[in-house]
């Protein structure tokens, strides 16, 4: 079997398959799924004085608490006496814990347009948690909640029961899976940094809706010292804009079409070395099939570039060209993806980058939610690079070096959940634990007189690899006066004590990580550094973050990183600080974050990051020398 993989002929054998399954598809037409017991859906549409008649309906993430529910919807009747209001069949009750959103409940009328989160406390009974003013259309209702029974009616309706209420769904209206659902299994809706808006601009093409969106991100960045001198000539200040729009259409009720366009624009204003440089460009995003549940079953079918993204991106986050199965069973998701690059993914390039092309990737991630808000979670990835090896006397381009071949072989587990309690406030933990294994061979280069690199197999080396490494930790929300979250975390990616002999001991992650995640707030961050952000390879890092919630929907959070190397090394795998360890000690150093997010609006993000890194003794005379950078961002989302 692993003969036929690594055959690069064959590479191309499941796009083929694929392309006849969604042909198939096509002609054909798909039945639904029978049983949506359990699962989570968003549902648009109006009230009907018995049932609620569904326009759209879009299947959500089912990690959340079986019993939290969201409506938004014109009030019909409101009680201040009995603190209780209703919308449409819904009752609606608060009381002093309930958060309010620039909103005051003695000045709502009935015609109101309103958002409630909370807990259903009996059928069509909702506890509010947060309230706070909507700009849906008065005559609409949006239910989001578990499914609690399903029955078939005449002419292929069927009518659900969600939140206790009643739901009607036509024959003509299919069950999407949202494109959030389409990530990683056991993933929050969309990528965790998207926020699109609930109602978004759509144009009827065929008798279908044409979905568009998309956002436009502004980023200011500034760099200092981060070559640990202050006499070195490395400041910058860096501008970048990026366009992203989004098509999404159904082509028919049981296959989707997914369109994504980049345009990116960076200019540096400000360089030290007087190096500025401007760049502008055009991304191929993510260009899918999705057909859902595959004859009726738990399965789904997606081809095409994707985003391959799993909870805390330690693993994987990463636009592929991949043939991906998903598999979701209530409690247990699964998806099994082959992966390899078929095209450049930028304008800036006629070829793939030298680094990607021609390597091989299976991937699988499984979960089993063993009980509410706690899963157990498997991963693997087995990655073949069939590319051709640069040999020795090769000359080659600097922006074509392809310094590394490895046939590696990516295992480990997760455990992750929260526990509410009644006066401790809310505990959250993770638990993950990796090992790899494999061959890899790295390529040494010497630098031509023109600039090119010539291949020195003197400089690389060969080896057999084997490394492991763990990341936990648990959040702990507390009761106290602010609300504040406290944060520690712990993280070790083994080390070699000899890597000029083999096997290579140290850990390295996939190459498809971003260590990118929420703990308390609204943003998630570089959760091992925003400046230094080292792969975990050889480094232990010990985290402690103080996050506090401010104004409805914006977050501060404190956070501070403490690294030091497991093996004495003069070199660290993967880091923005330019200067090199000496190999002598292990004390890397420190570093002090402060994340500032700002979510009061429904298309706004605004996200600042202060980062201060200070040098340790590892890095002999440059010990206790400072590195700095600040970050603002700004997304408009549509």
């Known amino acids: 079997m692993w ?154 309706a069927r009518r659900l029961m969600v939140l206790g209420v009643p739901v009607v769904i036509p024959q003509d209206i299919s069950i999407d899976v949202s494109e959030d659902m389409i990530g990683a299994a056991g993933q929050a809706p969309r990528r965790l940094d998207d926020k699109r808006p609930d109602e978004q601009l759509t144009v009827p093409v065929f008798n279908r809706p044409l979905t568009i969106g998309g956002e436009l991100s502004s980023e200011l960045e500034y760099r200092r010292d981060i070559d640990l ?66 004859f009726g079953t738990p399965f789904s079918l997606q081809a095409g570039r994707q985003s391959i993204e799993e909870k805390r991106e330690w693993w994987w986050d990463a636009d592929l060209d991949a043939l991906r199965l998903h598999y979701d069973q209530g409690r247990v998701r699964a998806e099994l993806s082959v992966a390899q690059e078929m095209a450049t993914d930028t304008s800036e390039d006629s070829r793939i980058d030298s680094e990607e092309a021609g390597i091989f990737r299976l991937l699988g991630h499984a979960v089993w939610e063993w009980a509410s808000k706690h899963d157990l979670a498997g991963f693997f990835l087995y990655q073949h690079d069939h590319s051709e090896r640069q040999r020795e006397g ?64 003197s400089e690389g080396i060969e080896q057999d690899v084997r490394g492991w490494a763990v990341d936990l930790g648990v959040s702990w929300k507390t009761p106290l006066p602010l609300r504040p979250t406290f944060t520690l975390g712990y993280a070790v990616g083994s080390g070699d004590n000899d ?21 308390s707030g609204v943003n998630s961050f570089r959760y091992y550094g925003e400046l230094l952000r080292p792969e975990l390879s050889n480094l232990q890092i010990w985290t402690v973050t103080l996050g506090i919630p401010i104004l409805n929907s914006s977050s501060v959070e404190l956070v501070y990183h403490h690294y030091r190397q497991v093996e004495p090394q003069d070199r660290l795998r993967d880091v923005r600080i330019n200067a090199d360890p000496e190999g002598e000690g292990r004390r890397i150093g420190q570093e002090w974050n402060l994340i500032v997010g700002i979510e009061e609006w429904k298309h706004w993000e605004i996200e600042w990051i202060g980062a201060l890194f200070r040098a340790g003794s590892a890095y002999g005379d440059l010990s206790g020398e400072l590195a700095y950078q600040v970050t603002l961002k700004v997304d408009y989302n549509f």
């Open 3 to 156: 003969s036929a993989i690594r055959n690069r002929h064959r590479v191309f054998l499941p796009w083929i398959m694929a392309l006849g399954v969604l042909a198939l598809s096509w002609s054909v037409g798909i039945p639904e799924a029978q049983s949506l017991v359990g699962t989570r859906l968003k549902i648009k549409g109006n009230w009907r004085e018995t049932h609620v008649e569904a326009t759209s309906v879009e299947q959500r993430a089912p990690e959340k608490d079986p019993q939290a529910g969201r409506i938004i919807g014109a009030i019909e009747t409101i009680d201040l006496a009995s603190k209780s209001l209703r919308i449409g069949p819904l009752r609606v009750s608060w009381d002093a814990e309930t958060r309010l959103s620039t909103i005051s409940l003695n000045t709502l009328r009935p015609r109101d347009v309103i958002e409630v989160k909370g807990r259903l406390t009996a059928p069509g009974q909702v506890a509010a948690t947060e309230v706070k003013p909507s700009s849906a259309k008065p005559g609409r209702l949006q239910l989001r909640g578990h499914v609690t029974a399903v029955d078939k009616l005449p002419r292929g």
């Open 229 to 294: 001198e202050e006499e070195a000539e490395d400041d910058l200040l860096r501008f970048e804009q990026r366009l992203e729009v989004e098509l999404f259409y159904p082509l028919t009720p049981k296959l989707d079409l997914f369109l994504e366009g980049k345009v990116r624009y960076r200019a540096d204003l400000y360089a030290e070395d007087g190096m500025q440089d401007v760049v502008w460009g055009v991304d191929r995003g993510e260009t899918w099939l999705l057909w859902h549940h595959l």
């Open 394 to 457: 090769d000359i080659v381009e600097s922006d074509r070096r392809d310094a590394t071949d490895a046939n590696l072989v990516w295992f480990g587990v997760r455990a992750m959940g929260s526990l509410k309690t009644e006066n401790l406030g809310e505990w959250s933990y993770w638990f993950d634990a990796a090992g790899v294994v494999g061959h890899e061979v790295v390529v040494g280069f010497d630098r031509t007189d023109d600039g090119r690199r010539v291949v020195d197999e």
């Open 499 to 519: 890597p000029d002999q083999g096997p290579g001991k140290a850990f390295r992650q996939t190459g498809l990580q971003d260590n990118n995640s929420r703990f």
